[in-house]
């Protein structure tokens, strides 16, 4: 499977060679920043205090499960 340094990958890119035409591939580099780095520790903080440190990446800010509309349950997970 492909790698793929997600810090110089453009979301128009990443669409082009890979969610349009369904390749998979693994993103790297982009918990480099991640406060996580430096504040979580593993007998550390509580789970929901990590959420403070968390950043979603730009290529996945969308939220596609407002696809299946009020009807449909969302997964227990984010």
């Known amino acids: 499977m492909e790698r793929v340094d997600g810090t110089t990958l453009t979301i128009e890119e990443f ?15 982009l918990t480099k920043n991640w406060k ?3 504040n979580w520790t593993i007998g550390g903080k509580h789970t929901k205090d990590m ?3 968390y950043e979603v990446p730009l290529i996945f800010h969308d939220d596609l499960f407002k696809i299946l509309g009020k009807h449909e349950k969302r ?4």
């Open 51 to 53: 959420l403070n440190d």
């Open 15 to 29: 669409q082009e060679k890979y969610e349009r035409p369904r390749n998979p591939c693994i993103i790297t580099g």
């Open 36 to 38: 996580a780095h430096e």
């Open 75 to 78: 997964p227990h997970y984010r």
